[in-house]
Nanobody, 124 residues
């Protein structure tokens, strides 16, 4: 059973930065497509970024957020810069099969493993 544990969320002022981390217990982490999604109160969970062969970003975060991974540490990161109040949400880490990275990394239902989420709050 693969487990994902996020950390690094918190409260930050607009314009600030945070780095989220997601530690994975899977033995074949390097083969997974890893992604971040976020869910604001009362809204659906939306794609933010993915890493699997290539990197992918939602248009709302492109140029501000960077996804990266350290396969030796079984960890994926999300560096978030120039944060805006509309970035406020619970951020979820997700893992799925490697082929997602070359087919459709944007869909929630492609991912098999999810973390518990970490709250990010951006004040204006």
């Amino acid at each position: 059973q693969v487990q994902l544990v996020e950390s690094g969320g918190g409260l930050v002022q607009a314009g600030g930065s945070l780095r989220l981390s997601c530690a994975c217990s899977g033995r074949t982490f390097s083969s997974y497509t890893m992604a971040w999604f976020r869910q604001a109160p009362g809204k659906e969970r939306l794609f933010v970024a993915a890493s699997g062969g290539n990197t992918y970003y939602a248009s709302s975060v492109k140029g501000r957020f960077t996804i990266s991974r350290d396969n030796a540490k079984n960890t994926v990161y999300l560096q978030m810069n120039s944060l805006k109040p509309e970035d406020t949400a619970v951020y979820y880490c997700a893992g799925g099969p490697g082929y997602l990275g070359t087919t459709n990394p944007y869909r929630r239902d492609g991912y098999n493993f999810w973390g518990q989420g970490t709250q990010v709050t951006v004040s204006s």
